[in-house]
């Protein structure tokens, strides 16, 4: 089963998550099959806080990928953004 879902990156303090399309049986930090988009939950200034390929994971999802319920919140809000 392909899911897409967050897998983290960064430093101690300052956490930095990649959406990734994955196999779900894979481990968080293993292969993946795409990255599309990122989050940054500490974003400060100019720095963008979430970067989201809409497309691709219309994509994904059109072919039997689920999302986590966090990416799912994540992809509604950039939508919202994406039509204001």
Known sequence: MVT??????G???S????VVVTDSR?????TVLEQ???FNP???GKDRKLEL???RIAYWTGNGATMSDRVR??????RKQAAA
């Open 4 to 9: 897409i879902r967050l897998t983290r990156r």
């Open 11 to 13: 430093g101690r303090n």
């Open 15 to 18: 956490p930095f998550y990649h």
């Open 26 to 30: 894979k481990r968080q930090g293993g």
């Open 36 to 38: 599309v988009g990122f």
């Open 42 to 44: 500490v974003a400060r």
């Open 53 to 55: 390929d809409l497309t």
């Open 73 to 78: 919140t994540l992809v509604s809000s950039a």
